[in-house]
């Protein structure tokens, strides 16, 4: 399966400020996804990273808010904007790939936030 | 769209026992059904998925079954080891686009 990696792994910012996220794998992907993990909580999907085109965001999340980009098939970027304290989760990219001939979803290493 | 209801939140076991968790899922459509395990800190792992087409797969100690007549599927987890002690969320999907989560099940294996 493919390898995956996000920076930073963690980081503590203050509130009104941006952080962008880098996602990075190891082979071509089609399919890159990036998920929200609020404390405690389950995975909630923000947007669907298209390759060349503009995200495509599920209901509560906005590009304005969560921009992403992607300009190639191995490398995506998140941005949490004008963060506060409710912005500290997990934020999670996640890719579709083949193993053993079916299609599965792997996740990130992950990026901790915490905002002040 | 799909909504998933996953059952119990938290679970504990002796080591040894079995372990069963419980998902059930709103949309017909759906047809793909993975488990993450999660460990404190670290990022969901897929540990054993299914589609519409199979009622049952196993892989060593962890099984999953599916009704889809019922809508619903299950982890099973024989034989625990304090090491399968973990988050584990079930997911259902008809595309990977839609992938929706379950709440998540705190299993908690005692020595």
């Known amino acids: 399966s493919a390898v995956i990696s996000q920076k930073p792994s963690r980081d503590i910012c203050q509130r009104g400020t941006s952080l962008t996220i880098q996602c990075q794998v190891d082979s071509q992907v089609t399919m890159m996804f990036w998920y929200r993990q609020q404390p405690g909580q389950s995975l909630t999907l923000i947007a669907t990273?298209?390759?060349?085109?503009?995200?495509?965001?599920e209901s509560g999340f906005v590009i304005d808010k969560f921009p992403i980009s992607r300009p190639n098939l191995t490398f995506s970027t998140l941005t949490v904007s004008n963060m506060s304290p409710e912005d500290s989760s997990i934020y999670l990219c996640?890719?579709?790939?083949?193993?053993?001939?079916?299609?599965?979803?792997?996740f990130g290493s992950g990026t901790q936030l915490s905002v002040l | 769209g799909e909504n998933v209801e996953q059952h119990p939140s938290t679970l504990s076991v002796q080591e040894g026992d079995s372990a069963v968790i419980k998902c059930t899922y709103s949309?017909?459509?759906?047809?793909?059904f993975p488990w993450y395990k999660q460990e404190l800190g670290k990022r969901p792992q897929l540990i054993i998925d299914i589609r519409s087409n199979v009622g049952e797969k196993k892989d060593q100690r962890i099984a999953v079954t599916l009704n889809k007549t019922a809508k619903h599927f299950s982890l099973h987890i024989t034989e625990t080891q304090p090491e399968d002690s973990a988050v584990y969320f079930c997911?259902?999907?008809?595309?990977?686009?839609?992938?929706?989560f379950g709440t998540g099940t705190r299993l908690l294996v005692s020595p």
């Open positions: 949309d017909s459509a759906s047809n793909y």
């Open positions: 996640s890719v579709v790939t083949s193993r053993g001939g079916n299609e599965k979803l792997f």
């Open positions: 997911a259902a999907s008809m595309s990977f686009q839609k992938l929706v």
């Open positions: 990273a298209n390759q060349g085109s503009e995200a495509t965001y």
